[in-house]
């Protein structure tokens, strides 16, 4: 079995920044793209930033410039700092991995549990 693992989430001020840290844990031999997502109140998941198994790179409009994402191949592991943070990027974030192989097999569109991000004064 694996799991996506978020930490890094909490109330920060308009202008700060934040970094949010996915890991994935159990025996994993390799993650294809991985990415964050965000939902809002009242709103549907939406994609934030994901990251290939190669490192290229892709972005929401509304983040680019202010967030970027990274990932540690070898520590099974993806961040995403946040900049300039504003309150509307106050959201649920969550980490997804659409294929990860694993020793117990092939696990598809794998998520975390969330982290919350609250950008108010």
């Known amino acids: 079995q694996v799991q996506l693992v978020e930490s890094g989430g909490g109330l920060v001020q308009p202008g700060g920044s934040l970094r949010l840290s996915c890991a994935a844990s159990g025996t994993i031999f390799s993650i294809n793209d991985i990415g964050w997502y965000r939902q809002a109140p009242g709103k549907e998941r939406d994609l934030v930033a994901v990251?290939?198994?190669?490192?290229?790179?892709n972005y929401a409009e509304s983040v680019k410039g202010r967030f970027t994402i990274s990932r540690d191949n070898a520590k099974n592991r993806v961040s995403l700092q946040m900049n300039s943070l504003k309150p509307e990027d106050t959201a649920v974030y969550y980490c997804?991995?659409?294929?990860?192989?694993?020793?117990?097999?092939?696990?598809?569109?794998?998520w975390g549990q969330g982290t919350q991000v609250t950008v108010s004064s």
């Open positions: 997804n991995a659409d294929l990860i192989r694993g020793v117990g097999g092939i696990y598809r569109n794998v």
């Open positions: 990251i290939t198994s190669g490192g290229t790179t």
